[in-house]
C-alpha cells in the first residue's frame, strides 16, 4: 500500500511550493529512487523543467519531461494524469491540488502544501481522503 508524506510549507508562494518539491525529488533521486514529479498543467511542468536545473547553486537533478524518447529516466515530469510517465518509478510528487488517479501505482507519494490557506484546505481535503481509505500518512511541517 501506497505510504503518503504531506511536506508542510510556510511559505504561501507557489514558488517556494516548487522548490520544496525540488529539494524532495533532488534527495528521492540521490538515493536511488524512480521519480515522478506530477503537475496541474503544462505551465508548471515548465517551470518545473528548469528549476531542477537552477533550485540551488550547484544542483542539478537530471530528468525529462513524460511522453519524451528519454522517458526512461530516473526523475521525470509531467501533468497528464492518466499517463505518468512510461516507467515504472516508486515516488511520486504531488504538486496538483487534487489526488493523482494513478497514486496507487507508487511505493510512497509526496504531498506538497505551501503555506497559502486555499492550498492548506486543499490538502487537508487530500488528507482525509487518503485517511478514509486506510493508507499510512506522515506529516512534516517545515519551515
Known sequence: MTRITFYLGADESARAR???ACRIAEKAWRTGHEVYIHTAS???T????????????????PHVLAGTDD????????????????REHDVAINLSDEVPVFFG???RLAEVVAGDP??????????RFYRDR???LETHELG
Request: proline residues 7%; hydrophobic residues 35%.
Open 105 to 107: 501505482r507508487f511505493h
Open 46 to 61: 515548465s517551470e518545473m523543467d528548469e528549476l531542477l536545473w537552477t533550485f540551488r547553486d550547484g544542483a542539478f537533478v
Open 134 to 136: 486506510g493508507y499510512s
Open 18 to 20: 516548487h522548490l520544496l
Open 118 to 127: 486555499e492550498q492548506r484546505r486543499l490538502a487537508r481535503e487530500r488528507y
Open 71 to 86: 522517458d526512461p529516466a530516473r526523475v521525470v515530469i509531467g501533468h497528464d494524469p492518466e499517463q505518468p510517465g512510461s
Open 42 to 44: 503544462p505551465d508548471v
